[in-house]
């Protein structure tokens, strides 16, 4: 079975100072990792995925598979990235359903 | 322009009645979903269906039921709604192949009294 851990429901930041969103994941595969992002009264959308292993709007994530960990981090936080968080993962065999974990708040403080 | 919607955006029923949420993208997709979000708790997958005449349950026990007879529509149908269907219902969309990113609806606030 396939499994999200996001172990932080808030975290709350001053603008400025550095964040890290963990996601630990367990699967016996060779799993697939994406992070979704949801601001205040917007939908839920695709923040980035580690296949790309781009940085999008300042965050990375970089796949741990001995950690099996995918954390996103940024080194300046900013007020525009509170938003609820979500950490994905999708197998890679079976039917390719993407789970997800429960979400961290994120804060920033101005 | 291509986008997925869901209607209605909030619904306030009583217990007891018999409910669809209408979801239609026109994005050309050929996957859908239907996520039950709670705050503080994970994305539940409800159903899920890979095409036309396709509908699964997702890992989430749930009364509600599916139909996918055209692409672009998805609805999701309570047949009895009870207090505990309370919550946010997404619906997504992804397409074959491609990045594997889903797309989701703007979702529909249920609230069962």
């Known amino acids: 079975a396939q499994r999200v851990t996001q172990p932080e429901k808030l975290l709350s930041v001053f603008k400025g100072a550095p964040v890290e969103l963990k996601c630990n994941y367990s699967?016996?595969?060779?799993?697939?990792l994406f992070w979704y992002v949801q601001y205040s009264r917007q939908r839920l959308q695709l923040l980035l995925r580690h296949i790309s292993r781009e940085s999008i709007k300042g965050f990375t994530a970089d796949l741990n598979k001995g950690e099996t960990s995918f954390h996103l981090k940024k080194p300046f936080a900013q007020e525009e990235d509170s938003a609820m968080y979500y950490c994905?993962?999708?197998?890679?065999?079976?039917?390719?359903?993407?789970?997800f974990g429960r979400g961290t708040s994120l804060i920033v403080h101005p | 322009e291509a986008d997925i919607y869901q209607t209605p955006r909030y619904l306030v029923i009583g217990t007891g009645k018999k409910i669809t949420l209408e979801c239609s993208q026109t994005?050309?997709?050929?996957?859908m979903y239907w996520y039950q979000q709670d705050p503080g708790m994970e994305l539940h997958l409800i159903h899920y269906s890979y095409g036309v005449n396709s509908t699964e349950k997702g890992d989430l026990s749930s009364e509600s039921t599916v139909s996918r007879i055209r692409t672009e529509h998805f609805p999701l149908t309570l047949e009895s709604a009870r207090p505990s269907h309370t919550s946010q219902y997404l619906c997504?969309?992804?397409?074959?192949?491609?990045?594997?990113?889903?797309?989701f609806g703007p979702g529909t606030r249920l609230t069962v009294l």
């Open positions: 994005m050309g997709h050929d996957k």
């Open positions: 994905a993962l999708r197998g890679s065999g079976g039917s390719y359903i993407p789970t």
């Open positions: 997504a969309s992804r397409r074959q192949g491609g990045n594997n990113e889903q797309f």
């Open positions: 699967y016996s595969g060779s799993p697939e």
